[in-house]
T-cell receptor
Framework: GESVGLHLPTLSVQEGDNSIINCAYS??????FIWYKQESGKGPQFIID?????DKRQGQRVTVLLNKTVKHLSLQIAATQPGDSAVYFC??????????FGPGTSLSVIP | GAGVSQSPSNKVTEKGKDVELRCDPI?????LYWYRQRLGQGLEFLIY????????KSGLPSDRFSAERTGESVSTLTIQRTQQEDSAVYLC??????????????FGPGTRLTVL
């Protein structure tokens, strides 16, 4: 079936460094790609999305890159902070409001 | 304003019992989703409501699972004859609806279901 997967299940970074979380997707017809952050004991929280006709989008301290040629998505977090420690999910919208989530990457920030 | 709420926050039940999980979406959100998240895993899509109708039930894992929504508001996910493999966190999300752009899904805190 359709799936979105992540290259790295866990990632540890030093506070202040930049973090890069990678994701591979399988459905070339998806029109939006999204990143969510899930802190322990909470529901996922939207971070940023990117439309399929774009290759880069920036938010506050975050940048999402989309490479449709290799079906790859990444989330870059600048100057990683302890509050960024969480599980990050990439997701793709395969049809109107149907979103498939990947398995997640756990980001741990070392003070 | 109020976000998505779910109840109960925790539910422990015995194998074979039925359970009902409730979701109160954000007012005005016509789209509502249910997901299942097993420990340490990603989100598994279960069902999606547009208004009170469910155009996509493909994610329901078996006929023991059902869901309904009334008044374009509250939704209930029912699991009959629960099994141990049903143990998971059940997450509900709501959003505005529209195909032109991605409509952010707002998630509730989830219901942690444990089947003994």
């Amino acid at each position: 079936g359709e799936s979105v997967g992540l290259h790295l299940p866990t990632l540890s970074v030093q506070e202040g460094d930049n973090s890069i979380i990678n994701c591979a997707y399988s459905n070339s017809a998806s029109d939006y790609f999204i990143w969510y952050k899930q802190e322990s004991g909470k529901g996922p929280q939207f971070i940023i999305d990117i439309r399929s006709n774009m290759d880069k989008r920036q938010g506050q301290r975050v940048t999402v890159l989309l490479n449709k040629t290799v079906k790859h998505l990444s989330l870059q977090i600048a100057a990683t902070q302890p509050g960024d420690s969480a599980v990050y999910f990439c997701a793709e919208r395969t049809s109107y409001d149907k979103v498939i989530f990947g398995p997640g990457t756990s980001l741990s920030v070392i003070p | 304003g109020a976000g998505v709420s779910q109840s109960p926050s925790n539910k422990v039940t015995e194998k074979g019992k039925d359970v009902e999980l409730r979701c109160d979406p954000i007012s005005g959100h016509t789209a509502l989703y249910w997901y299942r998240q097993r420990l340490g895993q990603g989100l598994e899509f279960l069902i999606y409501f547009q208004g009170n109708s469910a155009p996509d039930k493909s994610g329901l894992p078996s006929d023991r699972f059902s869901a309904e929504r009334t008044g374009e508001s509250v939704s209930t996910l029912t699991i009959q004859r629960t099994q141990q493999e049903d143990s998971a966190v059940y997450l509900c999300a709501s959003s505005l609806w529209g195909p032109r752009k991605y409509n952010e899904q707002f998630f509730g805190p989830g219901t942690r279901l444990t089947v003994l």
